[in-house]
């Protein structure tokens, strides 16, 4: 006498394994979700640095692509391409209205402040030689070196006003957050950038009792390159 043996019921298996995906579908949406919402909000950060003092950096920029097409010029000087531009902060700007890269070194070295008048010798190799022709009236003021707090960007506020400075001004003087710094600016505009002329790393030494004096004055020195 056989007995027939009965088969094994897989539906209890294959809701399992149904339980099983369902639950890591789940566990995808729950991701995907949370990376949409950090891209979000990190957007939202790009946004806010793009738009912070947007109508400002804008007037500003208007500003000097005016003064470049005023006082600037293109020529030629034998085999070499001459154009005078007018200096925004880290760039010339010509009066052609394009921008020609100006070294960082150079910008730092030099003391470059927005509004300075420079001459560009683009030279037949196509190198590019600068030199300082117009110098603007500055002013001296001390401030506070500091970070973005989005951007990561050194800056300084001083007087109550933050300006971006040239990476290669900060790290040529070992500047930190929090160090004092005096910086040069425009006499006769408002700017965004400044120029970086000493950085004040703590009390004594020789540079530091040079510096203190200029930080003594009450009233801002004004001075000429």
Same mark, same amino acid.
């Given at each position: 006498?056989?007995?027939?043996?009965?088969?094994?019921?897989?539906?209890?298996?294959?809701?399992?394994?149904?339980?099983?995906?369902?639950? @890591?579908?789940?566990?995808?949406?729950?991701?995907?979700?949370?990376?949409?919402?950090?891209?979000?909000?990190?957007?939202?950060?790009?946004?806010?640095?793009?738009?912070?003092?947007?109508?400002?950096?804008? +007037?500003? /920029?208007?500003?000097?692509?005016?003064?470049?097409? +005023?006082? $600037?010029?293109?020529?030629?000087? $034998?085999?070499?391409?001459?154009?005078? /531009?007018?200096?925004?902060?880290?760039?010339?700007?010509?009066?052609? /209205?394009?921008?020609?890269?100006?070294?960082?070194?150079?910008?730092? @070295?030099?003391?470059?402040?927005?509004?300075?008048?420079?001459?560009?010798?683009?030279?037949?190799?196509? +190198?590019?030689?600068?030199?300082?022709?117009?110098?603007? &009236?500055?002013?001296?003021?001390?401030?506070?070196?500091?970070?973005?707090?989005?951007?990561? &960007?050194?800056?300084?506020?001083?007087?109550?006003? @933050?300006? @971006?400075?040239?990476?290669?001004?900060?790290?040529?003087?070992? $500047?930190?957050?929090?160090?004092?710094?005096?910086?040069?600016?425009?006499? &006769?505009?408002?700017?965004?950038?400044?120029?970086? &002329?000493?950085?004040?790393?703590?009390?004594?030494?020789?540079?530091?009792? +040079?510096?203190?004096?200029?930080?003594?004055?009450?009233?801002?020195?004004?001075?000429?390159?």
């Amino acid at each position: 006498m056989t007995h027939d043996i009965p088969l094994a019921d897989d539906s209890f298996n294959s809701s399992d394994d149904e339980a099983v995906e369902e639950s @890591k579908a789940s566990e995808k949406l729950i991701l995907v979700k949370q990376l949409l919402e950090r891209l979000q909000s990190d957007l939202n950060k790009v946004f806010q640095i793009l738009s912070k003092s947007n109508a400002e950096v804008l +007037r500003q /920029g208007s500003d000097l692509l005016k003064t470049a097409s +005023r006082i $600037g010029s293109i020529s030629q000087e $034998g085999d070499s391409h001459i154009i005078e /531009g007018v200096f925004d902060g880290q760039n010339m700007i010509g009066p052609d /209205g394009k921008q020609y890269s100006v070294p960082a070194n150079y910008a730092s @070295k030099s003391k470059l402040i927005e509004g300075d008048v420079l001459k560009l010798t683009i030279q037949p190799d196509g +190198r590019f030689v600068y030199k300082q022709i117009g110098p603007q &009236e500055r002013v001296r003021v001390k401030g506070v070196l500091q970070k973005d707090a989005e951007t990561g &960007e050194f800056e300084v506020l001083a007087e109550g006003k @933050k300006y @971006k400075v040239i990476l290669a001004s900060v790290t040529y003087f070992k $500047g930190e957050p929090g160090d004092e710094v005096i910086i040069l600016l425009p006499k &006769e505009k408002n700017s965004a950038w400044a120029a970086v &002329e000493n950085i004040v790393k703590g009390a004594g030494g020789v540079e530091s009792d +040079r510096v203190a004096k200029l930080l003594d004055f009450d009233v801002v020195e004004d001075i000429r390159v």
